[in-house]
């Protein structure tokens, strides 16, 4: 199997000042593509140390895709560190360096002399081009490894990958096809529920059932060869009716982009009015593209009954002309309201949130994705309020 390696670059990512998103998204991208990734390294901004890493990863692996250190500035010290290793020089790329010139110019800025530095690149390497940057990437080959070279701003980097190295990976070696993953998301169960009724179940061969918990939601996914289909699609069966009317979405496109997608359907706009939840109903949904008519955001210490609540959210219904009215109340003594109106009248629930020692955020988080659930329920045809092993339904109306 190919061995395929990353290298993370940067003492920020090494020392825990930033999060390494493009590992991760990289190890997820890569799995889907059929190349699972072997093993995930990070070093600081240490030219000793990323020669030696890149000297010892080029016996062991096949491919090591190294990210970050391409700057114009003094700590930007991958190319640096590649010429090192290769025992080559740097050498001066003319029509990348063009391109950087360029890129200034059409935005009426001149170049700094130290962005002259993103078009040096080892004499022995191949230029990978970056669309949307000024860090050009590259890749060399050192002893047994083909090496790339990428910058570490997230949206170059995932552009590099997609359009430049993966091609010249599926041209230059025979790869296994993709496995097949499906998944679907569930909130309101908790993962050793699912696990009690899912662990024991058969599984084709080289089938893998796994959870992923990201509270408030725990994803499951069922991965294999994509010759197994036919035998996967009878053992998702089992994992759907496991889930129940807990799931809330199968694939990855998230429960805001369903539900945008169910609005726009059915013709419905929607209006908003949140306290706890604290704006997060109307950012996730306006990022999905739904059809928000109205929204407010009220101070959070106002505590309302749900008999309130649902005169609010009648109110914003008339106001706004909108036939649906998702509204949270404010959070006391760890109790909270959340209601739907629909063209039908108002229903909704007030729930106890039961682990105390959830950060306000988790909490939200919660609060604002039970809401959604709430309407994801309606459009589906079922009731509104559902089983939820977190919350403690208090008061109900349906």
Excluded at 2 to 13: A, F, H, P, Q, Y
Excluded at 28 to 44: A, I, K, N
Excluded at 298 to 314: D, F
Aim: charged share 20%.
């Amino acid at each position: 199997m190919l061995r395929v390696e990353m290298l993370s670059t940067g003492d920020e990512v090494l020392h825990g000042q930033i999060i390494d998103t493009n590992a991760a998204w990289l190890a997820d991208y890569l799995f889907e593509q059929g190349m699972p990734m072997s093993r995930r390294e990070t070093v600081g901004d240490s030219l000793f140390s990323l020669i030696e890493t890149l000297q010892e990863r080029s016996h062991i692996a096949d491919v090591l895709i190294v990210n970050g250190g391409l700057g114009p500035t003094s700590d930007d010290l991958s190319a640096l560190a590649a010429a090192n290793a290769c025992g080559v020089g740097l050498v001066e790329h003319a029509a990348w360096l063009a391109r950087i010139e360029a890129y200034f110019a059409k935005r009426g800025r001149p170049m700094a002399a130290s962005n002259r530095k993103q078009a040096q690149i080892p004499a022995n390497a191949e230029m990978l081009d970056n669309p949307v940057g000024t860090a050009c990437g590259f890749s060399l080959q050192l002893n047994h490894c083909l090496m790339f070279f990428t910058p570490g701003v997230p949206s170059e980097f995932k552009v590099m990958i997609e359009q430049q190295i993966v091609p010249r990976l599926r041209q230059r070696f025979a790869l296994p096809e993709p496995p097949l993953c499906l998944r679907l998301t569930t909130f309101g169960t908790s993962e050793s529920d699912l696990a009690e009724e899912l662990d024991d179940m058969v599984l084709p061969p080289d089938v893998v059932l796994g959870y992923r918990s990201s509270s408030p939601i725990i994803e499951l996914k069922l991965t294999g060869p994509l010759s197994r289909r036919a035998e996967m699609m009878l053992a998702w069966e089992q994992v759907r009716e496991v889930a129940g009317d807990n799931c809330i979405f199968e694939g990855t496109t998230g429960l805001p982009a369903v539900l945008t997608q169910r609005l726009h359907q059915q013709g419905l706009t929607l209006a908003l009015s949140e306290q706890f939840s604290g704006g997060l109903l109307n950012l996730q949904l306006q990022r999905a593209g739904a059809p928000l008519v109205e929204g407010e955001l009220l101070p959070a210490h106002c505590v309302e009954t749900l008999g309130s609540t649902l005169v609010r959210a009648r109110s914003l219904a008339e106001l706004a002309g909108a036939p649906l009215v998702l509204a949270v109340s404010a959070m006391s003594d760890d109790q909270v309201s959340v209601v739907l109106h629909t063209p039908r009248g108002g229903m909704g629930q007030t729930v106890r949130y039961r682990a105390s020692h959830h950060s306000l955020q988790l909490r939200q988080a919660s609060v604002a994705m039970l809401a959604l659930d709430m309407l994801r329920r309606w459009l589906d045809g079922g009731q509104v309020c559902g089983k939820n092993g977190g919350l403690e339904i208090i008061e109900i109306v349906e």
